[in-house]
């Protein structure tokens, strides 16, 4: 696979890792796709692998959102703002703390937000945990579901 389409399979997954943080877009199933177009291209052990661990992992993870209460993002007060906070506090942590930071770093892109607009620490952390309770949580799922896989296959095309 050359440079070029490695970079649109690239784009396709973080066009999905954006969609996750939009309501109504697929964004699980656009990283699932770019790891289908990946894996068809590729054709090795490790590609298939990854399209079967992909595959099994939005699975489980549409099985965990559905188990999880229905979102309620109207007047719990989530902005653009906040879910941008959010979706880079994810992606940083990820970056900084392999795999496990992307919780941490997207709690406290919310709380973060928060902060800057209420301005204390009690009333941030409390609106923190009523958009976590609101819709936070199923986000946030599939948020370090597509994570994984984004970097599983970051680490197959690098070190594979």
Known sequence: MGVWQLLLVAMVMLLGLFGVLAPGVPGPWLVWAAMLWWSLHEQSGLAWILLVASTALLLLTQVVVWLLPQRRIRGVGITRRMVTYAGVGAFLGFILIPVVGAVPGFIGGIYLCER????????????????????????????????LIVGAWAGAVIWG
């Open 116 to 147: 800057l607009r209420l301005g204390g620490h009690g009333q941030a952390r409390a609106s923190t945990r009523k958009v976590m309770r609101a819709a936070g949580t199923s986000i946030l799922v599939e948020m370090f579901a597509c994570l």
